[in-house]
């Protein structure tokens, strides 16, 4: 079956610093969407995004479906962006599969 | 509306309880999904129905039942469980089609002890 890594798997920030993502899927998909998971385990869904290039607030997302990756920026994080960051992707069919996750720790 | 509930927030029950997790959703969402979580692990899809029939099931153990009464609720039924199905337990919509799958909107989920 398809497999999708993420890194890093850990990442400490400072309040105010940026971040970026990846997400490495080893086959084809029909789309991919991004999530948070807060700390209480609420997963949140932040882009749903096949392809190309979208933006919400400090939060964007790229995807280069053809080289099998997407990324995911975050600026000036916030306590608030801690949690686990999973991608899923799907091949058509109602099942996701998630990816291993970066789980984000910032400090103020 | 974006909301997905599940009860209980919480449940503790023995291995030979029988006990019932519910999700309701009123999105007008016609493809609804139960996943298991570990620990530091991501979801792992359990069950999906789409317009209230069972489209998927990923091996799931018999003593795991899902239940979709009408298109706006999902149940999981738990019979005699172990302690390794301690876990959290997420319920999700979509408008996805089954061919082209649509942003997924997550409950709270349920935290579950198995003693």
């Known amino acids: 079956g398809i497999q999708v890594e993420q890194s890093p798997p850990d990442l400490i920030l400072q309040e105010g610093a940026n971040s970026t993502l990846r997400c490495n899927f080893s086959?084809?998909?029909?789309?991919l969407q991004w999530f948070h998971q807060n700390p209480w385990g609420q997963l949140i869904n932040l882009f749903y995004?096949?392809?190309g290039t979208k933006q919400n607030g400090r939060l964007s997302a790229t995807t280069v479906a053809t080289e099998r990756y997407s990324l995911l920026y975050i600026s000036s994080s916030q306590t608030t962006d801690s949690g686990v960051y999973f991608c899923?992707?799907?091949?058509?069919?109602?099942?996701?599969?998630f990816g291993t996750g970066t789980r984000l720790q910032v400090f103020p | 509306d974006t909301e997905v509930t599940q009860t209980p927030k919480h449940l503790v029950m023995g291995m030979t309880n029988k006990k019932s997790l519910k999700c309701e959703q009123h999105?007008?969402?016609?493809?609804m999904y139960w996943y298991k979580q570990k620990a530091k692990k991501p979801p792992e899809l359990m069950f999906v129905?789409?317009?209230?029939?069972?489209?998927i099931n990923e091996s799931v153990p018999s003593r795991f039942s899902p239940e979709c009464p009408n298109s706006s609720l999902l149940n999981l039924h738990l019979h005699a469980l172990q302690p390794e199905d301690s876990a959290l337990y997420l319920c999700?919509?979509?408008?996805?089609?089954?061919?082209?799958?649509?942003?997924?909107?997550f409950g709270p989920g349920t935290r579950l002890l198995v003693l």
């Open positions: 999700a919509s979509s408008q996805s089609t089954g061919s082209s799958q649509e942003t997924q909107y």
């Open positions: 086959d084809s998909v029909n789309n």
């Open positions: 995004i096949p392809s």
């Open positions: 899923a992707v799907d091949r058509g069919t109602d099942k996701l599969i």
């Open positions: 999105m007008g969402h016609r493809a």
């Open positions: 129905y789409s317009y209230e029939k069972l489209s």
